[in-house]
């Protein structure tokens, strides 16, 4: 089955700075990855997603890249803010099925 | 609106009682899903209906009873649950039951905090 390797598991940044969190995918029939952000004590927010016909995707601050040959992809956080902490999860779901794969999770510190 | 709605936020059970958790979208989605998620862990699938129909049961214990009374709701039934069950449950919602479809998006509730005494 389908499994999601995420790194790192904690990452600490300067406001402004850029973060970056990898995935890694192992089920090439994947085709859809979103990104959740969780903030302490509520539910997963879909931040960004991006689909396999794609390479890049751009939301503002946020930005997605996959690479479909090396099974992986990426979200970058540009200038970074203290609203920015949270824990990020990547995700993978391949055609037919139900069930969205997620990473291990990196928690994320930007530091005033 | 991608607002899907969980009562309660906070619930404590003895382990003989009988609870029940629920779940309400009013954005038309056919899809619904339970996911349970621990402390400092991703969440895991337990349940999925699509068209207020049963669709996949992730080999969940019998003492987690999902049900859906119709399209916009989703209860997730509890009984003699063990300690270890305390977790963060989350509901959530998709407009097609392909979640992986073109355009379609997992929209996840706030949770409920369950806590087993």
């Known amino acids: 089955g389908e499994n999601v390797e995420q790194h790192p598991s904690t990452l600490s940044v300067q406001e402004g700075d850029s973060a970056v969190i990898k995935c890694t995918y192992s089920?090439?029939?994947?085709?859809?990855f979103p990104w959740y952000k969780q903030e302490l004590g509520k539910g997963p927010q879909l931040i960004i997603d991006?689909?396999?016909?794609?390479g890049e995707k751009k939301d503002q601050r946020i930005a997605v890249t996959l690479n479909k040959t090396a099974k992986h992809f990426s979200l970058h956080i540009t200038e970074t803010q203290p609203e920015d902490s949270a824990v990020y999860f990547c995700?993978?779901?391949?055609?037919?099925?139900?069930?969205?794969?997620f990473g291990s999770g990196t928690r994320l510190l930007v530091r005033p | 609106d991608t607002e899907v709605t969980q009562t309660p936020k906070h619930l404590v059970m003895g382990m003989t009682n009988k609870k029940s958790l629920k779940c309400e979208q009013h954005?038309?989605?056919?899809?619904m899903y339970w996911y349970k998620q621990k402390a400092k862990k991703p969440p895991e699938l337990m349940f999925v209906?699509?068209?207020?129909?049963?669709?996949i049961n992730e080999s969940v214990p019998s003492r987690f009873s999902p049900e859906c009374p119709n399209s916009s709701l989703l209860n997730l039934h509890l009984h003699a649950l063990q300690p270890e069950d305390s977790a963060l449950y989350l509901c959530?919602?998709?407009?097609?039951?392909?979640?992986?479809?073109?355009?379609?998006?997992?929209?996840f509730g706030e949770g409920s905090w369950l806590t087993v005494v």
């Open positions: 209906y699509s068209y207020e129909k049963l669709s």
């Open positions: 089920d090439s029939a994947s085709n859809y």
């Open positions: 991006i689909r396999s016909n794609v």
């Open positions: 954005m038309g989605h056919r899809a």
């Open positions: 995700a993978a779901i391949r055609d037919s099925s139900y069930k969205l794969i």
């Open positions: 959530a919602s998709s407009q097609s039951v392909l979640p992986w479809a073109p355009g379609n998006t997992i929209y």
